[in-house]
């Protein structure tokens, strides 16, 4: 069965960074385009970037971009997010997710998305 493991996340004083990864199995990882999502207390969960396939496209939120980079080895079935100059902005839970297929420019929408992982916790202290 389809499954994503994320790992990486902990706690961080601002300024510093991190990098998220995410496992996947059980299917052939490098048919499908991926992403980032985040969600903080309170807040709904939002997307973070995404990425194609053949690693050609990558989109990003307009609060990461510069900060974030989102990576994939598809000989490793993984999928990587580096994550700099944090701010306590940043603090949420951060899943992967597998992009059911079609246009990627609607990334940023949960429901084009069909497997989650269970979330890995990132915290920016000030």
């Known amino acids: 069965q389809v499954r994503l493991v994320e790992s990486g996340g902990g706690s961080v004083q601002a300024g510093g960074s991190l990098r998220l990864s995410c496992a996947a199995s059980g299917y052939t990882y490098s048919f499908y385009s991926m992403a980032w999502f985040r969600q903080a207390p309170g807040k709904e969960r939002e997307g973070v970037a995404a990425i194609s396939t053949g690693i050609i496209y990558t989109y990003y939120a307009d609060s990461v971009k510069g900060r974030f980079t989102i990576s994939r080895d598809n000989a490793k079935n993984t999928l990587y997010l580096q994550m700099s100059v944090l701010t306590p902005e940043d603090t949420a839970m951060y899943y992967c997710?597998?992009?059911?297929?079609?246009?990627?420019?609607?990334?940023?929408?949960?429901?084009?998305?069909?497997?989650w992982g269970q979330g890995t916790q990132v915290t920016v202290s000030s």
């Open positions: 997710a597998r992009f059911r297929g079609g246009a990627l420019n609607n990334w940023a929408q949960k429901s084009n998305f069909d497997y």
